[in-house]
């Protein structure tokens, strides 16, 4: 497989430490946001989601926020490691209109994540 | 491994040209979606087919199309290609209908136009 090469925001940290990636979404009406984690030659992969009646989802290791007043959200890792090296995407949707024009999934243009050892 | 497997990989053609994507989901999955992942436009949703059904158009051409198969399997038609076709293209899988759900990416379709 290959990677797609655009020319990425990168963010680059030390084997352990915390990751920040942030997004700026662009529809006020999104209710469901979702971040995908892309490795090269792969496709995207799901990592975590969060509805909009939330401002804060945690997992394992990654934490996400929502601020909806700016229309910002970011993704935490903790105590990050070599296999977190990626292009993070953030993802939006209005779930009451999907189907129509305004209810597809849209992907930000992500941030490459470098960590080095 | 997420289970939906896309074929061919690496696909070169001409201008002009005609050619056919193949999609196969998880097992078990009834939706089927597809993307663009282009250099200058990021990733961007094309069509999602639900047993069968198209369920939601997002921003693909009218010179492309897809269709989803009674064996759940789905095919991404792109016809009179444009160099500006080039990209990745990659097929997700759900169980359901709903947008909100999981999708499962495919290892994707590289696609070079010349």
């Known amino acids: 497989g290959e990677s797609v090469g655009l020319h990425l925001p990168t963010l680059s940290v030390q084997e352990g430490d915390n990751s920040i990636i942030n997004c700026a979404y662009s529809?006020?009406?999104?209710?469901?946001f979702i971040w995908y984690k892309q490795e090269s030659g792969k496709g995207p992969q799901f990592i975590i989601d969060i509805r909009s009646n939330m401002d804060k989802r945690q997992g394992q290791r990654v934490t996400v926020l929502l601020n909806k007043t700016v229309k910002h959200l970011s993704l935490q890792i903790a105590a990050t490691q070599p296999g977190d090296s990626a292009v993070y995407f953030c993802a939006e949707i209005s779930l009451r209109n999907y189907g129509g024009s305004q209810g597809n999934l849209i992907f930000g243009k992500g941030t490459k994540l470098s960590v080095k050892p | 491994d997420s289970g939906v497997t896309q074929t061919p990989k690496h696909l070169i053609t001409a201008t002009g040209q005609r050619v056919t994507l193949r999609c196969s989901p998880r097992s078990g999955d009834l939706s089927v979606y597809w993307y663009q992942q282009s250099l200058d436009q990021g990733l961007q949703f094309l069509i999602q087919?639900?047993?069968?059904?198209?369920?939601a158009k997002g921003n693909i051409l009218e010179r492309f199309s897809a269709q989803q198969f009674p064996d759940l399997h789905s095919e991404l038609n792109l016809s009179s290609l444009e160099l500006g076709d080039s990209a990745l293209y990659f097929c997700?899988?759900?169980?359901?209908?709903?947008?909100?759900?999981?999708?499962?990416f495919g290892p994707g379709t590289r696609l070079t136009v010349t």
């Open positions: 529809n006020s009406a999104s209710d469901y």
């Open positions: 087919y639900y047993n069968g059904e198209e369920r």
């Open positions: 997700a899988s759900s169980v359901g209908r709903l947008a909100g759900e999981e999708q499962y």
